[in-house]
């Protein structure tokens, strides 16, 4: 059964940093892409980021030099390092995984910046 678990939300000041970690399992995590997304309140999920499994990354422009994706096949982890959290960055965060035809998405963790 593949299975995505996301840990590591808080709340958190304006210029801080926070790191949120999604645990895969049931499926060959190394072969396939990896996202991140998320949903602020009140407006639709959005992409924040994705990594391949030979390391290659994107971002989107709201995010960009202040987020770092990154994964650890070894452990089937990614991980969203997010730097100068701002408070629009406050949402519900969700890592997801197209496995065949279907987008697997795990519970989502919450993301706070606030002062």
């Known amino acids: 059964q593949v299975q995505l678990v996301e840990s590591g939300g808080g709340l958190v000041q304006p210029g801080e940093s926070l790191r949120l970690s999604c645990a895969a399992s049931g499926f060959t995590f190394s072969s396939f892409v990896m996202s991140w997304y998320r949903q602020a309140p009140g407006k639709e999920r959005e992409w924040v980021a994705d990594?391949?499994?030979?390391?290659?990354?994107n971002y989107a422009d709201s995010v960009k030099g202040r987020f770092t994706i990154s994964r650890d096949n070894a452990k089937n982890m990614v991980y969203l390092q997010m730097n100068r959290l701002k408070p629009e960055d406050t949402a519900v965060y969700y890592c997801?995984?197209?496995?065949?035809?279907?987008?697997?998405w795990g519970q989502g963790a919450q993301v706070t910046v606030s002062s």
């Open positions: 997801r995984v197209r496995y065949g035809l279907d987008y697997i």
């Open positions: 990594i391949t499994g030979s390391d290659i990354k």
